[in-house]
């Protein structure tokens, strides 16, 4: 049987949204050889060419897992409970380096507290932003940065339309609904532009950072976008420190809408790296209409 020559490429996060569009979009391609990272490899057969065990937790697992490896994508999950993401950034950057990684893509967003001068507190992204100079300093022969958007699939998931008080369907959010800055896309996509990413290092693999954007949106443009296809939605805003008290973990969403307000998503002008991020995935992302017309039909 013919040996597969293909670059290796390993992927953390390889059953979340994330790591699953990389599988599927470097598979799509053709052109690599996947392996795919889990703490519960006998779980998840058949997801790549190759499923091994490693935890981001236990820094000893990692040396086996990145063997051979030619490329890594990493992603880590703030919102699981205990994850130190700065830790576990570096342990996967050391173990990457000692393994002869070539080509580090890493998925960050912007550093919050730095850019706004510490206005707002948004660890989900701020922490992400902290392990970027580690990638920066390690010495890979490629690294890329790649920035997830605000996932249009929030909307029919944890920021799914609710019951107001008024009775109609829609959103209270601590935002001016006519803000527009929300860098959103379908998380499916990403994939694209980290398999092209690993397949131009020449254009992508001096630290570009690729943001994945399929539309710049305010929560107006949502209503009115999903009311035109035929829905019936309401947007209404509430002041932050009274959506602070609506659930766990409403502060740091509050937070995070303001930042959108004043910043947006991606913190500073980023026309040049988007389309750039375009020009490596080889195609555009899909736009927020067309993605609702598919994924949020009238009922």
Known sequence: MPTDTRKLIAVFGATGHQGGAVI????????????????????????????????LNRPETLPAALAGAHGVFLVTNFWEA???????????IRAAREAGVRHFVWSTLPNVEEISGGKYHVPHFTNKAKVDAAVSAAGFEHHTFVVAPFFYQNLKGNLAPQRQQDGSMGWTVPINPNARGIHAGDITELGRIVAGALADPATAGGGQYLPMVGDLLSFQDIVATLNAQGHTLTVNPVPREVFATFFPGAGEVAEMFGWFEEYSYLGAPSLDRIALANRVAGVRPTDFASWARTHMPVR
């Open 24 to 55: 599927h979009a470097l598979q799509g391609s053709g052109e690599f050889r996947v392996r795919a990272l889990t703490r519960h490899p006998g779980q998840h057969q058949g997801l790549a060419e190759e499923v091994v065990a490693a935890d």
């Open 82 to 92: 205990g994850t130190d993401e700065v830790s576990q950034g570096g342990a996967a």
